[in-house]
Each structure stands twice: as structure tokens, then as C-alpha cells.
């Protein structure tokens, strides 16, 4: 293989975990409306490490809100 084309200087497996993540929020958001409380406990996680990730990834949560 040439290893040229292997480095890409960012890691694969970690930028396609953070994409994965990132969809997975987003449809919870959208399933909850935007209520990050409910998309939280959906989750599995906390309220605080929502907030984290959703600044992470850029997410506007304003946009999953009806009305």
C-alpha cells in the first residue's frame, strides 16, 4: 500500500464516530422539537453534555422548534 494515501492527517475512525454522533443528536432533536431535556434523557446522557456536543458539532437547536 502507499503510504502516502493513508495519511490524511486527521484520524478516519474519529471523524466517522463525530459524524455519527452528530446525525444521532440531530434526529432526537427533531423527534423532540428541540426540547434538548428530552432529547438528553433520550439520549442517555445529561443535559450539560448535550449542551457540549451541540456546541461541538455547531447544532441550532431553534431549528427543530415548531411555530
Known amino acids: ?3 502516502d494515501k ?3 492527517g486527521e484520524n478516519v ?4 464516530g463525530s459524524d ?3 446525525i444521532v443528536i440531530i434526529h432526537a432533536l427533531t423527534r423532540t422539537k428541540g426540547n ?3 432529547t438528553a434523557k ?3 446522557i445529561t443535559k450539560r453534555i448535550l449542551a457540549s456536543k451541540v456546541l461541538k458539532y ?4 431553534k431549528q427543530f422548534r415548531c411555530g
Open 58 to 61: 455547531g447544532i441550532d437547536c
Open 36 to 38: 434538548q431535556s428530552v
Open 13 to 16: 475512525l474519529e471523524r466517522c
Open 42 to 44: 433520550i439520549l442517555g
Open 6 to 8: 493513508l495519511h490524511t
Open 20 to 22: 455519527c454522533e452528530k
Open 1 to 3: 500500500m502507499d503510504n
